[in-house]
């Protein structure tokens, strides 16, 4: 069985695009995320779990999945994602923990843009998406400026009841 839970979140160009992009990664952002210590390694509620931001011209989705553990209902598994998201709304992320990401964001920027075909397909994506080649010489100091408040803000703001839709998937027994 799995869980999704869906939430309208930020356009593109959104000021929230940034914190929302930290977020995620706080979330699931490698295995001493806070969804992986916690479901995965710690309750064992889920074999997988991964938070992810799916932002678009218009508007956009922010995406939290958790696969069940064997014996795990996903209401129980779903209990446990709401439990991480209330935390994240109610309480500041620690600094260690913000630092980890942001190093994190520098070193998929700088990888990304290694490579010719990497710098090309990130002025191509700027341009695109954004209407401004320029961010690749400007976005990392953008991700630089949010603050452990925004990314507190922007989960009490989109992640909430109101703007979520939870799908159950129950495989055939």
Known sequence: PGVFEVYRSPREESPDYYAANILSMIMSG?????????LVDK???????GSYPFFMEK???????????MGVSPDSLQ??????????????????????????????????????????????NYEVYFGDANLINTEINRFK????EDVRK??????????????????KS
């Open 79 to 124: 209990q446990g994602m709401d439990r991480i998201v209330a935390d994240l709304k109610t309480t500041l992320i620690s600094e260690q923990e913000y630092q980890k990401v942001m190093n994190q964001i520098e070193t998929q920027f700088a990888g990304s843009n290694s490579t010719m075909l990497g710098i090309a397909e990130n002025l191509a």
């Open 154 to 171: 922007v989960a009490d703001k989109y992640l909430v009841p109101d703007n979520e839709v939870v799908l159950y998937y129950l495989p």
């Open 30 to 38: 490698g295995a001493s995320s806070r969804m992986n210590k916690a």
């Open 59 to 69: 508007a956009g989705l922010f995406l939290n999945i958790g696969i069940c553990n």
């Open 43 to 49: 309750e064992q509620l889920a074999l997988q779990v």
């Open 145 to 148: 400026r949010v603050t452990r």
